[in-house]
């Protein structure tokens, strides 16, 4: 099962790569014309976003890409939020070339990447994950296994998943009230 999943998406990857790069291009720039949320850090974020080096922020934003990109063929303004919101977090720009270039690697290169995310940082890249799945109301079977073999990838298993979301969803609940 795992080796035909990670073979659908060797051929997916090197199918798209063109239409991923025109979309980190231009529907970045689309979306944030209609619904723009401001990049660059906070000051409360800073520790937070220097904890990641250039390269896994890069690698977070262009894995979040590719899901959405490879899952659906036009990009919805809810997953596109999430994207926004990943960078905005991570200190990014959307446009920086370094995550065009991290999405032309071969995918191994990009779970390399994120397999260096230590234990804090893979809980925060869960949940943007699991934001992204969930973003559009609709539960893509494509989407999901993407987001798994992304997961998996970096050693988080279907019970660390489940608890981190807990976790989220417990804290979520605890600080809107």
Do not use: C
Not at 36 to 51: A, V
């Amino acid at each position: 099962m795992k080796s035909n999943l990670i073979n659908v998406v060797y051929r997916t990857f090197n199918v798209m790569i063109a239409e991923i790069v025109g979309f980190l291009i231009s529907g970045f720039y689309i979306w944030k014309k209609q619904d723009p949320i401001k990049q660059g850090s906070n000051e409360h974020l800073k520790p937070f976003q220097d904890s990641f080096t250039i390269e896994q922020k890069a690698a977070i934003l262009g894995s979040l890409a590719i899901i959405v990109k490879i899952a659906d063929d036009n990009i919805k303004k809810n997953e596109m939020k999430i994207i926004e919101l990943a960078a905005k977090v991570l200190g990014m720009n959307l446009y920086d070339p370094i995550i065009i270039q991290i999405v032309k690697e071969d995918p191994i290169y990009i779970k390399t990447v994120l397999s260096t995310l230590d234990r804090h940082q893979k809980e925060w890249y869960v949940i943007m994950v699991n934001d992204l799945v969930i973003s559009d109301d609709k539960m893509e079977n494509i989407k999901i296994s993407l987001a798994d073999y992304m997961l998996e990838a970096i050693g988080i298993s279907d019970e660390e998943f489940d608890r981190i979301i807990n976790k989220s969803n417990l804290l979520t609940r605890m600080f809107s009230k």
